[in-house]
């Protein structure tokens, strides 16, 4: 059974950083490509970052230069290195799984950016 785990969101400053992880279970990740999504309140989830079974990264829109996806294969774990946050970063961040029928998510971590 496909699983997702998020940790590390909560509450941070303007200006501040935040490193939420992802524990998977139920699959290797190193053979599928992994990524970070966010929904913000009131909009539709939409993505931040992935990273490939090459480990080839894609990140769009304001996270570009800001947020840093990773991959740690041997702890079956992916990452998302959050710098210069701002209010605008606010959002339910997920977990997620690309297979070329589906996508799977994990329950999500909040992330609130305010001073």
């Known amino acids: 059974q496909v699983q997702l785990r998020e940790s590390g969101g909560g509450l941070v400053q303007p200006g501040g950083s935040l490193n939420l992880s992802c524990v998977a279970s139920?699959?290797?990740?190193?053979?599928?490509?992994m990524g970070w999504y966010r929904q913000m309140a009131g909009k539709e989830r939409a993505l931040v970052a992935c990273?490939?079974?090459?480990?080839?990264?894609h990140s769009q829109g304001s996270a570009k230069g800001r947020f840093i996806i990773s991959r740690d294969n041997t702890q079956n774990t992916i990452y998302l290195q959050m710098n210069e946050l701002q209010p605008d970063d606010t959002a339910v961040y997920y977990c997620?799984?690309?297979?070329?029928?589906?996508?799977?998510y994990g329950q999500g971590t909040q992330v609130t950016v305010s001073s």
């Open positions: 139920g699959f290797s990740i190193s053979a599928f490509t």
């Open positions: 990273i490939n079974k090459y480990d080839d990264t």
């Open positions: 997620s799984r690309f297979t070329s029928r589906d996508i799977s």
